[in-house]
Structures are given as C-alpha cells and as structure tokens.
C-alpha cells in the first residue's frame, strides 16, 4: 500500500529566509505526487503536483518541488518565505494508480516569524 | 477545475444525533471521495462514491456509521450517524477533475459533537 512520511511535524522560518519541507513516499510504480497548503479554516489549495516528465515541478506562490526517485522523495521548497506562507502543508501520493484518490502524509505545520 | 460547494459549513451536534452533509459540484464528475480531517490530523479517506453504484468503504469506515448517496453525477452526501464526541473533524469533499485526473477539494464541514 502506500504511504507518504513527513519527517518534520513543525518548522519554525524567518519571514526571507528559504524553506525545504520533507516528503518521502513509498509506491511501487511512478507515483502521482501531490502537495497541498491548509491555512487555517480554510480548505485544501494545490500547490504542485507531479504526474512525470521534468523532475522539478513549479507551482504557485514560489514554490517548486524536486521528484528525486532514487530517494523516494518529493520535498516541496520556496527561496524565500513571506509570512503568509504560515499554514499547514500536506504531501499526497495517488492511490492505485490514481491521481484524485489520495493518501496524505501527517503534515508539516510552518511558522514564520517576522 | 471543480468548484466544490460543501453543506453546512460548520455544525454543533448533540451526541447520538446523525448529521447529513452535502457536496454539489458545478460540473458533472465520475469519482467523488469523502475524507475526514480528526483534529490536529492529517485527512483520513473514508469512501469513494461512483454514481449508480454502492459506495467504497476504506479499512476502518462501515455504511452504517458513515452512509454515502451519490444520485446523480454532481451530487453527493455524507451522514454521520449516532454521532459521539470523537467524531468531531472536519469532513472533506473531493472529486476527480477531468482533465489531468486530479483532485479538487470542498472547504470542508467543521463538526464538533457535544
């Protein structure tokens, strides 16, 4: 079955500075890779997701993410964070084959001081 | 893309109450996918719910406790039934976009159970 870990249940960044979230997956197959932001009381926004092709994904706000398969990693990065990245991110990996059908990692809660 | 309209956005219930939540889509959509967010957690699948068919239970979730309808392709519901204080989360809606196949997300219903 598949799984997806984040390793870092909270990260604490200064408003700037650069920003690396960890997501690491296990599935047999090329995996559909997903990560999502959650700000508070709000519902699930797409930041990026990765069906193939081009291993470094782009999406939006800045954020870019790097598929390194040999690592099973998916880590989800931004040069330079600004506070309203604050907010709760989520990896996701596709089930069976899937792309809407999900399984999410546990999240990584990002702080930004200012 | 999908616009995802979820009913009622937040709710107070009594214990041993049920609760019917509503997901309508302003596009018609073949796979629609019900999760739950249990405070401080990450987002759980519950089911999946073709229409014309009988929803899909993930391990851990039973028809009895979480009844699913599906009647038509932009429309669906969740109850959750003989509800307890440990039912209280967010219960999310989401469906397979055409397209790319990926999933779009309602804002969520935020329950608390009393």
């Known amino acids: 079955a598949q799984s997806v870990t984040q390793p870092d249940i909270h990260i604490t960044v200064s408003e700037g500075a650069s920003l690396e979230l960890r997501c690491n997956y296990s599935?047999?197959?090329?995996?559909?890779l997903f990560w999502y932001v959650q700000s508070p009381g709000q519902g699930l926004q797409l930041l990026l997701k990765?069906?193939?092709?081009?291993?470094l994904v782009q999406g939006i706000k800045g954020f870019e993410a790097e598929f390194k398969r040999s690592q099973s990693s998916f880590n989800l990065r931004k040069p330079s964070v600004h506070w309203s990245d604050a907010a709760e991110y989520f990896c996701?990996?596709?089930?069976?084959?899937?792309?809407?059908?999900?399984?999410f990692g546990t999240g990584t809660r990002l702080q930004v001081t200012l | 893309s999908a616009v995802i309209s979820q009913k009622p956005s937040r709710d107070i219930c009594q214990r041993g109450t049920s609760l019917t939540i509503q997901c309508q889509v302003d596009?018609?959509?073949?796979?629609m996918f019900w999760y739950r967010q249990q405070p401080g957690q990450s987002l759980t699948l519950i089911a999946t719910?073709?229409?014309?068919?009988?929803?899909?239970?993930e391990s851990g979730f039973v028809i009895d406790k979480f009844p699913i309808s599906r009647p038509n392709l932009t429309f669906s519901t969740l109850t959750v039934s003989n509800m307890s204080p440990e039912d209280s989360s967010i219960y999310l809606c989401?469906?397979?976009?055409?397209?790319?196949?990926?999933?779009?997300f309602g804002q969520g219903t935020r329950l608390t159970v009393v």
């Open positions: 599935y047999g197959a090329t995996p559909y």
């Open positions: 990765y069906f193939s092709g081009d291993t």
């Open positions: 596009s018609q959509v073949t796979m």
């Open positions: 989401s469906v397979e976009g055409s397209g790319t196949g990926e999933a779009f």
């Open positions: 719910a073709n229409q014309g068919s009988e929803a899909t239970y």
């Open positions: 996701a990996v596709g089930r069976s084959g899937t792309a809407s059908k999900l399984t």
